[in-house]
Every structure is written in structure tokens, then in C-alpha cells.
């Protein structure tokens, strides 16, 4: 089993910048594409962006500009650098982590709020 923890949210005026941080542990033995997802009020969850085991990214058309993903491979860790922040990323954010062979998991998410 794989757990992920996510850190990092809070609450931010717009313009401003979070860095959020997802640790994976557990029975891992290679982790394939990890991506961070959101689930704002009243929507359906939805991606944000994604980042593959090489590095190759993408992103979302609304946050393209404005985020940036990575990840440290030895630390099992990916990161979500978010920039220009805007009351409409205000969300939960969830980790999202595939092994390949096994399956995905979710984070148990994390609080943005944007907001003067």
C-alpha cells in the first residue's frame, strides 16, 4: 500500500503563491506519473497537472501560465508551484500518484483558498 500526504495549502490573496508538496510512502517500488488535481464547491475533481516519471509535463489551459509541476524522484515527492493565484483556484487539492503494475491513489487533499 502507498500513502501520499499533501502540505502546503492555506489561505493566500490573490496574486500570491503557494508551494504544495506531496510525500509518497509505503510498499513502493517505482512510482509512474504523479499530478495534482482540485475539486473546488458544486464541481467534479479535476486536473490540474500531471508530470511522468521522466519529467515530461502538462497542464491544465487555465493554469498553464501560472503553475509549475515537479517532482524529486529520490525524495518521492511532487511539488506544485503556484504562481498569479486567482479566487477561481480556490479548492481542495488532491495528490495523485500511479504505480505501474498496481494502480493509482489519492491524497487525502489539502485546503487553497484564494481570497482579499
Known amino acids: 500500500q502507498v500513502q501520499l500526504v499533501e502540505s502546503g495549502g492555506g489561505l493566500v490573496q490573490p496574486g500570491g503563491s503557494l508551494r504544495l508538496s506531496c510525500a509518497a510512502s509505503?510498499?513502493?517500488?517505482?512510482?509512474?506519473?504523479m499530478g495534482w488535481y482540485r475539486q473546488a464547491p458544486g464541481k467534479q475533481r479535476e486536473l490540474v497537472a500531471t508530470?511522468?516519471?521522466?519529467?515530461?509535463?502538462n497542464y491544465a489551459d487555465s493554469v498553464k501560465s501560472r503553475f509549475s509541476i515537479s517532482r524529486d524522484n529520490a525524495m518521492n515527492t511532487v511539488y506544485l508551484q503556484m504562481n498569479s493565484l486567482k479566487p477561481e483556484d480556490t479548492a481542495v487539492y488532491y495528490c495523485?500518484?500511479?504505480?505501474?503494475?498496481?494502480?493509482?491513489?489519492w491524497g487525502q487533499g489539502t485546503q487553497v483558498s484564494v481570497s482579499s
Open positions: 509505503g510498499s513502493i517500488f517505482s512510482i509512474g506519473a
Open positions: 495523485r500518484a500511479v504505480i505501474p503494475g498496481v494502480g493509482g491513489y
Open positions: 508530470i511522468a516519471s521522466g519529467g515530461s509535463t
